[in-house]
Every structure is written in structure tokens, then in C-alpha cells.
């Protein structure tokens, strides 16, 4: 966290993340300046990525889960690809907040669920038809383990794009993770889509590229 308490914050802040607090700790004090200070800022593309792969195939047939919704830029990238009923969560209560206001024809997001996904979810399995994640399985936030019960949510035959730092991939379980997802039958295989994560991106730099897992729930 910044050590000044007026100093924004920003993307070093959120790679040095180290507990559930220290997410909604950030956050909170982020949440209002988010899409200026870093989505815009920065020509993040991530998001646009996402949701292109989600909905590249079929689109889903029933309504998306957006896990790490934030501020709402996935789900206003889907909305505007056809994705009718979109859910949202995460765990700070303040980015929910900013997400709850975006519209494009109404509301963007259904329902939105302020929890911690690293504890099981109050959703019961099968209810979602296709998922989503952007920049929540990267550095200080989440590792490949949430990944299990994230899928029990989602029906069988329900497609997902699901983002993963690249330079995770291999280091922090999420090959294995997925592998091992196909093995056991929880998911059909998987392709891996290596995307920048902001328009400007350098491909040579692995906290620059992103990993985006698109997969069938079996």
C-alpha cells in the first residue's frame, strides 16, 4: 500500500497485495478514480480480450458470472457483444459500488455479490452459463485454487475465458491446475490465448501479456 495516505494508487500497489484485507484495503481507496487513473490511463485492452474469446465461440445461452468485476469493464465489454444478464464478484465493496452505476441499455449487471472467492460461494452449482475473469488471477490476488470451486458454479456446457497472468502460467500452479481440470473431468480441453494486456504493451515483457484460458465445463 502507498505510504502516503493522499498518494493514488496504482498498479504496483496491487501487485504487492498480499491477503484478502489488503485487496479491499487498496480498493476502497481506489475504487473512484479506477477507470481514469489506470483503465484509461494505461490503454488497457485486457477486458476487450476476455470478452471477445467468451463470446468468439457461442455465445453463452443464459446469463455470465464476471469473477473480479471490479469497476465493470467486463461487464460492459460483454454487454456490448449480445451478453444479455450478467452477474458480478468481488471483494471490495467500493469497486462494486462503481460497477452498480454502469449502464448500456439498462443496468449492466444483474446482481452483484461482495465476497471473497478464496471461501466457497453462496451460489448454487450449475447456475451460470459462462464465466469470466480479468487481472484477478495475477499478482497479489488470486492463485489457481479459487479455480475449482469457480467451476462447480457453471453449467455443463457452460463456456468460460478466464485471464491468467502469463508469467503465472507455469510458476504459480495454473498449467497444472488446468491440466489436471481435464484429467479429472471437470472441464473439456482447454485453449490458452496469449493477449496484451494494454494496447502499448511490450510481448517481450511477461507482467505485460496475459494468458486467456478458454474452456467448456464438462
Known sequence: ???????APGLEDAYALESPDDSRLLYAKWADSYDE??????????????ADLLVGGVRPDGPVIDVGC???????????RGVGVIDGV?????????????????PIYRNLLEADVTEPLDIADDTYA??????????????????TGLVRIVKSGGRCAIGVNSSHWVDHGFERWFDG???DGL???FEVHRKK???????TNPDDMTNIVVFVVR
Open 1 to 7: 500500500m502507498p505510504d502516503d495516505p493522499y498518494e
Open 37 to 50: 487513473t489506470f483503465i484509461k490511463a494505461t490503454g488497457y485492452r485486457y477486458h476487450e480480450h476476455v
Open 70 to 80: 471490479g469497476t465493470g469493464a467486463v461487464g460492459e465489454a460483454l454487454r456490448s
Open 90 to 106: 468481488d471483494i471490495s465493496a467500493e469497486m462494486l459500488e462503481q460497477a452498480s452505476q454502469k449502464e448500456l441499455d439498462g
Open 130 to 147: 459462462g464465466m469470466t475473469s480479468s487481472g484477478t488471477f495475477t499478482h497479489g490476488h488470486l492463485l489457481a485454487s479459487p479455480l
Open 181 to 183: 481440470a481435464v484429467v
Open 187 to 189: 472441464i473439456h480441453p
Open 197 to 203: 494486456v494494454y494496447e502499448e504493451s511490450d510481448p
